[in-house]
């Protein structure tokens, strides 16, 4: 499993690479602007239940995680809007990198 993924510098200095980790932080950062913590707020319309879990194979972020959704909320609308958040965050700090993120719903709430 790679740690890294290289992008192109396209100066004479070479590639940058990005940890896992990074990405790791990106996805907080993503739940974060939506409002989804590990516990369920008045506002929330989901919590996130495990850690997230990002991984990087043959130069493809792959991201796992798994919320707890509230009684009433539309899942796909929620899982749509995460998975949306999480590919803004991408393109705009690490440029077009190729993606896959996986929104698992445990339970309604």
């Known amino acids: 499993m790679a740690e890294y993924i290289y992008l192109n510098d396209y100066s004479t200095k070479g590639k940058v690479a990005i940890s896992a980790k990074v990405y790791d932080q990106l996805v907080d950062e993503a739940l974060s602007n939506l409002g989804i913590t590990t516990s369920l707020h008045h506002n929330s319309v989901a919590r996130l239940t495990k850690p997230v879990y990002t991984t990087i ?3 493809i972020i792959h991201v796992w995680l798994e919320v707890d959704i509230t009684k ?4 796909q609308e929620v899982s749509k809007r995460i998975e949306d958040e999480i590919a803004r965050l991408f393109n705009a700090y690490t ?3 190729p993606f896959d993120v996986n ?3 445990n339970s309604i709430v």
């Open 57 to 59: 194979k043959k130069g």
């Open 72 to 75: 009433g909320t539309n899942i």
């Open 95 to 97: 440029d077009q990198v």
């Open 103 to 105: 929104v698992k719903t």
